[in-house]
């Protein structure tokens, strides 16, 4: 590795940062002119707010445009001149202040205070776990780039300003345990290998058989049995959103609901809607390699690193309706799951704007009004068109796979996934030892509030766990499961993923990143 531009995923978000760039100077260059002809068009009272509103936007629009382009170029220069680093890190939160992260040299010798800037959203696509480590490219007296393991979404940093301020930083990352954790492994001595949106090929040795309407093919020894093959006829239905690696055009074949839901548009093809996002990339599947299935980090390995992990177990959630027992919209997270909450909060608004209107405001106050009344319209049409098309397939694709029967038994392990932190569950065979393979692993919602997150998580870091599903499979075979863990149910952002070479070895480094020696 020359330079840190030649890791692809590093040019790749790169490139993404500099078009939404571009893309922000575009829409404030076009706003600007349509205030003007807002101003000589309009009558009164709609021309001034007009007017007034569409140059914010425009302005605003601008200079976020400006400044990103400014330093996207300033990455780049960065990025062509440095290679990457791997760190240990701790996030530090300072009320009425910029984020703060803490790094550790690769040596241990020097601890470097930087100030990230970046918005709230960019920044916790970066932000380190409780064990956490980043990548890092630049000068720590000047500034830098950050990323998560692999290179993938950047952002700035630059030294926090202040000697006494920085002594209180770095005396808080002490206490934190900075100081004791475990030295990961340079980019630079193992080049990560990409982690693709490939799902595993249904022609692949030992892999799962093509699905037909009497089930799934042969079963291998990582895999469950199969259910009846006097099944009934499949159908196509749309999918949850998808993992970082798996199709995000997935199509999915199943019977029918338990429930009795089922109807007409639940089969009629294809996902119609990309919920990768416009990073999005639908690839071909690739054959599995087989030379990497027996190696990889071990279950000692990732429960060390889990229990690195761990935090202390907080408030339990709240409870709700068994999905055993009740329809699926009777129960709260499957319901959030779906998005119906983002269905109720538009229309409150929309109510409330509905409400303000009968009263018979002034004249001079309607065009203010129909401003207001734009963005929960434009919300709740696209929290319904989210409910109907794709939220609640997603919760009776899962209310399908908690309630069927025989579950699975494995032993879990919980990790977080540094691209965003969603909590990811590794799964070992349930009679092993310390030197067991991983089997597959599952990405999981997070099932608190906003405010907190992780609240519902199993408590503990590891332990036993029932797979239910295996029913629902997309193209590639990969089944839907739920876990029950301590009597509930965890739901899945995405498919089961078997083991399959080196891109699953690749997704495990990212998870857990191997380390090299522990710190003194």
Known sequence: MACALDVEETAGALERYRRRAGGLIVAGAAVLPL???AGALLTEPWREDTAILLCVVGILALGAGTGSLALARRMRRTLAAGTWSAHPAVALDRTGHATTLVLRAPDGTETWPLTVIATRHRYEAVRPGPDGVLWWCGDPRVGGVLAPPGGGPLIWAKPLRGERVRRRVVAHAAAEGLAHRPVPKQPQAQPPEPVTANGPDPLAANGPGPVTANGPGPVTANRPAPFPAN?????????????????????LTCGPDPFGTDDPEAGSG???????G??????????????????GPTYAVLVAHAERQAMPPGKAPRREADVREVRWWRVRSLRRLAGVQRVLVALAFCAAVGAVALTGPPEEDVPKLWFAAALPLAGLVYAGHHV????????????????????????????????GGAPVLVFFPMHGGPDDRPEGVLPLVLPGTPKHPRRGLPERPTGPAGLHGWRDRTP?????????????????????????????????DRLAPPVEAQSS
């Open 231 to 251: 099944g009934p006829e499949p159908v196509i239905a749309p999918v949850p959103r998808p993992f970082a690696w798996e199709d995000p055009h997935p199509v």
């Open 476 to 508: 590639f075979g990969a089944p839907f499961v739920v876990p029950w863990i301590d009597g509930r149910p965890l739901w899945a952002a995405g498919p089961y993923r078997e083991a399959d070479g080196k891109e699953f070895l690749a997704l495990l």
């Open 278 to 295: 416009p990073d999005s990339v639908n690839r071909p599947a690739t054959r599995r390699d087989e030379a990497g299935a027996g190696s």
């Open 35 to 37: 205030a003007a002809g």
């Open 270 to 276: 294809p996902d119609p809607f990309a919920p990768g």
């Open 388 to 419: 109907l098309t794709r939220g609640r397939h997603a919760a009776r694709l899962m209310a399908r796979a908690a309630t069927s029967h025989t579950p699975v038994p494995r032993r879990y392990v919980l990790l977080y996934d540094p691209h």
